[in-house]
């Protein structure tokens, strides 16, 4: 073949194998975008639910802080009355620790304005807590009672309301998140199909090209060769070789 020959032969070549390699590095870099976004929505979506679950069982804990003190007021042993309160004691701590914990996960706006909301609701309810234990342990039953069911209980409604919220709203963000992170795969998916297929093609028609190129001038040798071997020694081949 003519040095011009092997040189469009090599353009091809470099061609072909050049955008082969430029589709492979698009494909690398769009799965390695893919999986950072994957990554990402994973992350909101666990702390989400991890919120969502913390604040279920929040709510539990405030819920038996309601419990124990009114059976509290209820009982008239007074051994066994402490032991009531030592338990509104511990779920009382369980739900402070809750909502800490609650603080500290990144979340959104919506999330953190409902979190700072429980914690000055579940304070206020505390504040009202700690007035009826007193006047229960200084015998102060009548307004005891009286303060836990116009104080106490319209603040524990208040808190339960918004731990419902909370939950509705952690459950819809992770629902979101893991959405976008289907939505995202999907896309991903076809951006790497429709790169593969044009990567596939690309090949295709540059191996025909280069093909068609070495293959036609042999052919035209092995003629012109055939006609060599008959005896025709006036014929010309048009190879390059």
Request: charged share 25%; aromatic share 6%; proline share 0%.
């Amino acid at each position: 073949m003519s040095a011009m020959a092997n040189m469009r032969i090599g353009k091809r070549l470099t061609l072909g194998f050049g955008a082969v390699t430029v589709m492979m590095i698009t494909i690398t870099i769009v799965s390695v975008w893919t999986q950072n976004e994957v990554n990402d929505v994973d992350e909101v979506a666990y702390n989400a639910e991890s919120q969502a679950t913390l604040a279920a069982r929040c709510q539990r804990d405030v819920d038996l802080v309601g419990r124990y003190l009114g059976f509290a007021l209820l009982i008239r042993d007074r051994a066994a009355r402490e032991g009531q309160l030592d338990k509104v004691a511990d779920a009382r701590a369980s739900y402070r620790k809750r909502i800490e914990e609650m603080r500290a996960w990144k979340s959104s706006q919506r999330v953190s304005s409902l979190v700072e909301t429980l914690d000055a609701q579940t304070t206020e309810m505390r504040e009202f807590n700690v007035k009826v234990i007193k006047l229960l342990q200084a015998g102060q039953e009548a307004e005891a009672n009286n303060l836990f069911l116009t104080g106490s209980i319209a603040n524990i409604e208040k808190a339960v309301k918004t731990f419902d919220d909370l939950k509705v709203a952690t459950e819809g963000e992770a629902k979101d998140a893991y959405a976008k992170a289907g939505a995202n795969a999907a896309t991903s998916r076809h951006i790497i199909i429709g790169l593969g297929l044009f990567a596939l093609l690309t090949a295709l028609l540059f191996n025909g090209s280069i093909t068609r190129s070495i293959a036609g001038p042999i052919g035209s040798t092995v003629k012109a060769l055939d006609e060599v071997a008959k005896g025709n020694l006036t014929i010309k081949s048009d190879s390059g070789i």
